[in-house]
């Protein structure tokens, strides 16, 4: 072949429309699950959540219990968000992560508030698998009221000076709010906005025109990412899995967030309040089929990389 021809054929394969991918490439897509919970209610001190009148959720937590639920699903690592406020839970978690591969991160439970803050932060960040805290409507928390908080702030410099992450829990408008107050002093500070599908568009117009407006500026700020998580949802006495039923709710936050800032996350064990873990896999598995290959990595496992800084641990995982 000469010349002529070479960039002759060069020309026509750029010109030529991509093939649509297969099914089978779908399957093969590594996924990182960036939203589970380890405990043991077997341990000596007990554990402050699940209670035990939780018949569905009392019960061991653990990294081998997961492997079995996902170990046809294509999940092949999971960040640990963790469950307790206790500050020692935040050392068993990183010692049972590190007995695991398939653990590639920890979410700590700390608070930025404290006067030992800072002390705490670089004790945990010395372990790789640390990758930040998560704090909000959670452990009678009010992110809110904490963003006028000096000694907060600075707290959450320090957690950003770090390269570590802020995840939130339970979203509702005041909690959006406070995200746009926060990363307005903080704008190098990555904060992921957990759990958002489960949040209800609010019925009070006033809330409504928060949540909107607080929404639209989020979206404008790439530091923050959403966890499509949580996506199921009762509706009277039943959970629907037609991806139809979720939408037009999934749409929205995809058109406010688009595809490199939305992360997979399963919500394990406590999802099963809702359904098993492969129903709420299947459902978002399908949405994200139909935005294309690029899109479904960037959501299972490229943005995790990029929102956490995570580090393989096993030849499994991508990287």
């Known amino acids: 072949m000469n010349r002529r021809e070479f960039l002759a054929l060069s020309a026509a394969a750029a010109l030529a429309p991509a093939l649509p991918a297969t099914a089978g490439q779908y399957a093969s897509v590594p996924m990182i699950d960036t939203h589970i919970h380890l405990f043991d209610p077997a341990r000596p001190q007990g554990i402050p959540w699940p209670e035990k009148s939780d018949k569905l959720l009392y019960k061991p937590a653990l990294p081998g219990r997961y492997r079995q639920v996902v170990a ?4 092949v690592g ?7 406020p206790w500050l020692e839970d935040n050392q068993w978690v990183l010692d049972t992560a590190a007995r695991d591969h398939i653990i590639v991160g920890v979410i700590g439970n700390l608070e ?6 800072e002390k705490q932060l670089a004790r945990f960040a010395e372990n790789q698998l640390f990758r930040g805290v998560r704090y909000g409507n959670l452990w009678g928390h009010d992110i809110g009221a904490q963003v006028q908080n000096p000694r907060f702030i600075a707290g959450l410099a320090s957690l950003s000076k770090a390269g ?11 909690l959006l709010a406070a995200i746009v107050r926060l990363t307005d002093k903080l704008p190098d500070l990555k904060i992921i906005i957990d759990h958002l599908p489960q949040m209800a568009v609010p019925a009070d117009s006033a809330l409504r025109k928060v949540y909107e407006e607080s929404l639209r500026e989020i979206g404008q700020r790439p530091q923050i990412y959403v966890k499509i998580s ?19 709710n999934l749409d929205k936050l995809y058109g406010t967030f688009g595809e490199d800032r939305v992360l997979y996350g399963s919500d394990w064990p406590n999802s099963d309040q809702w359904l098993p873990f492969e129903a709420g896999l299947n459902l978002v ?9 690029a899109a479904s990595e960037k959501y299972f496992w490229k943005n995790s990389i990029a929102a956490y800084s995570w580090h393989k641990r096993d030849n499994s995982q991508p990287g």
């Open 112 to 117: 930025p508030e404290k006067s030992g803050f």
């Open 72 to 75: 046809s699903s294509g999940v």
């Open 230 to 248: 949580e996506v199921l949802r009762k509706e009277k006495d039943s959970v629907p899995t037609s991806l139809d039923f979720y939408r037009g």
């Open 78 to 84: 999971a960040i640990v968000v963790e469950a307790s």
């Open 164 to 174: 570590l992450v802020l995840d939130t829990a339970n979203p509702d408008p005041a």
């Open 285 to 293: 598995r399908a949405y994200f089929q139909e935005k294309g290959l």
